[in-house]
């Protein structure tokens, strides 16, 4: 079973930054995906960015040039840089495991997530 636990979340003001990670463990799979989500109060989850086990990256409109996702294979980390934070990026992030590839050409192609951490807690004020 695929374990993972983020750390890194906050409060900040409005044009901050966090750097988020998710420290992953006990999988053995040449192919997978991994992935930020947030969810805020009221709202579904939403996929903010996902790295799939070739490199290739993605992420939602929302975040474009804002977040920068990355892994550290040595380390077993998964990463989240956010910065130019806005109120609407208020939510708890989850960071998720999928035994599927899930980038191809840039897009985000599968969301068949099997393994989540419990989340960290951003709070961005204005």
């Known amino acids: 079973q695929v374990h993972l636990a983020e750390s890194g979340g906050g409060s900040v003001q409005a044009g901050g930054s966090l750097r988020l990670s998710c420290a992953v463990s006990?999988?053995?799979?040449?192919?997978?995906?991994m992935g930020w989500f947030r969810q805020a109060p009221g709202k579904e989850r939403e996929g903010v960015a996902a790295?799939?086990?070739?490199?290739?990256?993605s992420y939602a409109d929302s975040v474009k040039g804002r977040f920068t996702i990355s892994e550290d294979n040595a380390k077993g980390t998964l990463h989240l840089q956010m910065n130019s934070l806005k109120p609407e990026d208020t939510a708890m992030y989850y960071c998720?495991?999928?035994?599927?590839?899930?980038?191809?050409?840039?897009?985000?192609?599968?969301?068949?997530?099997?393994?989540w951490g419990q989340g960290t807690q951003v709070t961005v004020s204005s």
């Open positions: 998720g495991f999928s035994h599927v590839a899930c980038v191809e050409d840039g897009i985000w192609t599968s969301y068949e997530f099997s393994d």
């Open positions: 006990g999988y053995t799979y040449s192919r997978y995906c």
């Open positions: 790295i799939d086990s070739s490199g290739s990256t």
